[in-house]
């Protein structure tokens, strides 16, 4: 392997704590990371997305429906009860292959695409990989909802990748071409592309992954706003739309960066929303591209970092919290900008999460938003952040967790990825051991925000529940990273959470809401620290109910029935 390539495959391995398993599980873990990234930035369980023994050449495979990952066929049917009338989203189907060797073989870039075409047509009688399983599921429910898809018909994209160099003249495009072709024969898909992945691509996915968003786009017209208690500056930018469309809106692979959107609650709301249309309309008719500015209510961009220079603006961890319809129209009519076409811009630089909170409540409460959508703007949420950042000391090192309120908050500080808490992945964690639903958790996010919203990050709860919760996944998850846990049971890690707190700290369990939950609480914390392979012991007791239980696919996990008996066998 490529020496660049084994560096960054070792801090991946260190980052995600699998350092003990074999080199080519790990580097399929870390192709499907960088590729996924690329589409999907906020965080995601890579062994959902990675397949095992039985892959019909398939080593990954993710669906990304609007801007939500998917996982089961449950929550693909959450993301389309929850759009609109009318609504359309894309639905993008991820192919990958990954290959430790300096070449490109020909026949297997032909076996990834006659995999993907024999899953797609249920060819054989289906596929024996759970995890395509899942996918076939996953697909099934979109095919059901081909009326609320873009265009119809679901995109693919297969991406073979080696640790070689990827020559024009290989000829080996043609072998690309024809997948393509036999893909779109079947009539299942919109589009299909299939790229090869070499050395320096895949570098340029990883060095994505790791990097904060940073921008820099030139200004017409600037003016500061007066001082604002809060704010350490802000002001309100003429910008030239196709440059803001190109530095902003646009990552290095020409993709719209979904995270920049992470606060701002509504997703793009599809090109028949009546406001999407008229701004559309607007875009079209060159005649009126001189008058957009004044037409439009602009962008709103917050940052923590603003620096003006000259007629230059640079922002770093950005969001864009009120403009979300604008800059997407702006973004997928792109080629009919010119430069007569400017975007009114409010650049802020503040730090107060408050104050961003309500800037976001705001902006965006003329429409019907769905109170679940405002979790991260909850006052309890900067509560658990700061319960969190207190364990910032050498004492508590090892036991160190990072709560990232924004996608990407802590991009380049040379964190663990095991350690940091996104409010889905803590919201999974949290219901799954003290609300007791393991089995919605295994569905994935937006079935527990859906299910449970009004019973997670409430103002009277006890910030150590969240922290204990988090402890034991981290804890967890490194136990079956270095296989002091059998990676069998990774699937029933939901359940585990559940199990570890009824043998650990007992059945009965205070309000969320009662002091006397930080006495329960420090029994779990106690047993998970410091850590290492001791900290595998009550997860390896906690597997003694699992197998009493029997064998359980991930069909039955995601049911409540199985969570039922799992607390039957703890009484």
Same mark, same amino acid.
């Given at each position: 392997?490529?020496?660049?390539?084994?560096?960054?495959?070792?801090?991946?391995?260190?980052h995600?704590?699998?350092?003990?398993?074999v080199?080519?599980?790990?580097?399929e873990?870390?192709?499907?990371?960088?590729?996924?990234?690329? *589409?999907f930035?906020?965080?995601?369980?890579?062994?959902?997305?990675t397949?095992?023994t039985?892959?019909?050449?398939?080593?990954?495979?993710?669906?990304?429906?609007?801007?939500?990952?998917? %996982?089961?066929?449950d929550?693909?049917?959450?993301? =389309?009860?929850r759009?609109?009338?009318?609504q359309?989203?894309p639905?993008r189907?991820?192919?990958?292959?990954?290959?430790r060797?300096?070449? =490109?073989?020909a026949g297997?870039?032909l076996k990834l695409g006659?995999?993907?075409q024999?899953?797609?047509t249920?060819?054989d009688?289906?596929?024996?990989?759970?995890?395509? !399983?899942?996918f076939?599921?996953i697909h099934?429910?979109?095919?059901a909802? @081909?009326?609320?898809?873009?265009?119809?018909?679901?995109?693919? @994209?297969?991406?073979y990748?080696?640790?070689?160099?990827?020559?024009?003249d290989n000829?080996l495009r043609?072998?690309?071409?024809?997948?393509e072709?036999?893909?779109?024969?079947?009539?299942?898909?919109h589009s299909?592309?299939?790229?090869?992945?070499d050395r320096?691509?895949?570098?340029r996915?990883?060095?994505?992954?790791q990097?904060?968003?940073e921008?820099t786009?030139?200004?017409?017209?600037?003016?500061a706003f007066p001082?604002?208690?809060?704010v350490?500056e802000a002001?309100?930018?003429?910008v030239?739309?196709?440059?803001?469309?190109?530095?902003v809106l646009?990552?290095d692979?020409g993709?719209?960066?979904?995270s920049? =959107?992470?606060?701002?609650?509504r997703?793009?709301?599809?090109?028949?929303n009546?406001v999407?249309? !008229?701004?559309?309309?607007?875009?079209?008719d060159?005649?009126?591209?001189d &008058?957009?500015?004044?037409l439009?209510?602009?962008?709103?961009?917050?940052?923590?970092?603003? &620096?003006?220079?000259?007629d230059?603006?640079?922002?770093?961890?950005y969001?864009?919290?009120n403009?979300c319809?604008?800059?997407h129209?702006l973004?997928?009519?792109?080629e009919?900008?010119?430069d007569?076409?400017f975007?009114?811009?409010?650049?802020?630089?503040?730090?107060?999460?408050?104050?961003?909170?309500?800037?976001?409540?705001?902006?965006?409460?003329q429409?019907?938003v769905?109170?679940?959508?405002?979790?991260?703007t909850?006052?309890?949420?900067r509560?658990?952040?700061?319960y969190f950042?207190?364990?910032d000391n050498?004492?508590?090192?090892d036991r160190?967790?990072?709560f990232?309120?924004?996608?990407?908050?802590?991009s380049?500080?040379?964190?663990?990825?095991a350690?940091?808490?996104?409010i889905?992945?803590l919201?999974?964690?949290?219901?799954?051991? *003290?609300l007791?639903?393991p089995?919605?958790?295994?569905?994935?996010?937006?079935?527990t925000?859906?299910?449970?919203?009004?019973?997670l990050?409430?103002?009277?709860?006890?910030?150590?529940?969240?922290?204990?919760?988090?402890l034991?996944l981290?804890?967890?998850?490194?136990s079956?990273?270095?296989?002091?846990?059998?990676?069998k049971?990774q699937? *029933?890690?939901w359940?585990l959470?559940?199990?570890?707190?009824?043998?650990?700290?007992?059945?009965?369990?205070?309000?969320l809401?009662?002091?006397?939950l930080e006495?329960y609480c420090?029994?779990?914390i106690d047993?998970?620290s410091?850590?290492?392979k001791?900290?595998?012991t009550p997860?390896l007791?906690?597997t003694?109910?699992?197998?009493?239980?029997g064998?359980?696919? &991930?069909d039955?996990?995601?049911q409540? !029935?199985?969570?039922?008996? %799992?607390?039957?066998a703890?009484?």
């Amino acid at each position: 392997m490529h020496k660049v390539i084994a560096s960054y495959l070792e801090t991946f391995s260190v980052h995600h704590g699998i350092e003990s398993l074999v080199e080519s599980e790990r580097f399929e873990r870390f192709v499907n990371f960088a590729v996924v990234s690329s *589409f999907f930035p906020d965080q995601f369980d890579i062994d959902d997305i990675t397949t095992g023994t039985g892959d019909d050449s398939i080593d990954g495979v993710a669906v990304i429906i609007g801007d939500e990952l998917v %996982v089961s066929a449950d929550d693909a049917s959450s993301v =389309f009860a929850r759009l609109r009338p009318r609504q359309q989203v894309p639905a993008r189907y991820i192919f990958v292959q990954a290959k430790r060797s300096e070449s =490109f073989d020909a026949g297997e870039m032909l076996k990834l695409g006659s995999g993907v075409q024999r899953i797609l047509t249920d060819a054989d009688g289906g596929p024996s990989d759970d995890v395509l !399983k899942d996918f076939l599921k996953i697909h099934e429910v979109v095919v059901a909802n @081909l009326a609320k898809v873009e265009n119809g018909r679901s995109d693919a @994209l297969l991406f073979y990748v080696t640790t070689g160099t990827w020559h024009e003249d290989n000829g080996l495009r043609p072998q690309l071409r024809y997948v393509e072709t036999q893909l779109k024969s079947t009539g299942l898909l919109h589009s299909i592309t299939y790229e090869p992945v070499d050395r320096e691509k895949l570098i340029r996915f990883w060095l994505m992954s790791q990097a904060p968003v940073e921008a820099t786009f030139p200004a017409k017209n600037y003016i500061a706003f007066p001082a604002i208690e809060g704010v350490t500056e802000a002001y309100l930018a003429i910008v030239p739309a196709l440059e803001f469309v190109n530095r902003v809106l646009a990552d290095d692979e020409g993709r719209i960066r979904a995270s920049v =959107f992470d606060q701002n609650v509504r997703a793009y709301l599809g090109d028949d929303n009546r406001v999407n249309v !008229k701004i559309r309309a607007s875009l079209q008719d060159k005649s009126a591209h001189d &008058r957009f500015a004044v037409l439009n209510n602009g962008v709103t961009v917050v940052s923590p970092d603003v &620096r003006v220079q000259s007629d230059r603006i640079s922002v770093k961890d950005y969001q864009i919290v009120n403009g979300c319809q604008t800059s997407h129209v702006l973004f997928r009519n792109r080629e009919a900008l010119t430069d007569k076409v400017f975007v009114p811009v409010r650049v802020v630089e503040a730090a107060d999460p408050g104050l961003i909170a309500r800037m976001v409540e705001a902006t965006n409460s003329q429409s019907n938003v769905e109170e679940s959508q405002f979790l991260s703007t909850r006052p309890f949420v900067r509560q658990v952040e700061a319960y969190f950042d207190a364990f910032d000391n050498e004492e508590d090192r090892d036991r160190r967790l990072y709560f990232e309120r924004r996608t990407r908050q802590f991009s380049g500080h040379n964190i663990a990825r095991a350690r940091l808490f996104d409010i889905q992945r803590l919201a999974r964690c949290f219901a799954s051991m *003290f609300l007791e639903v393991p089995h919605l958790a295994a569905r994935y996010p937006t079935q527990t925000f859906q299910e449970r919203a009004d019973q997670l990050f409430q103002s009277d709860h006890r910030e150590v529940s969240y922290y204990a919760a988090a402890l034991a996944l981290y804890r967890l998850e490194l136990s079956l990273g270095n296989q002091y846990v059998p990676r069998k049971y990774q699937i *029933f890690k939901w359940h585990l959470l559940l199990i570890v707190r009824y043998q650990l700290a007992g059945r009965e369990l205070p309000g969320l809401n009662s002091g006397r939950l930080e006495k329960y609480c420090a029994r779990i914390i106690d047993a998970f620290s410091p850590g290492g392979k001791t900290s595998a012991t009550p997860f390896l007791e906690a597997t003694k109910v699992i197998d009493a239980l029997g064998n359980a696919n &991930r069909d039955r996990l995601r049911q409540q !029935k199985y969570t039922e008996e %799992v607390k039957k066998a703890l009484a």
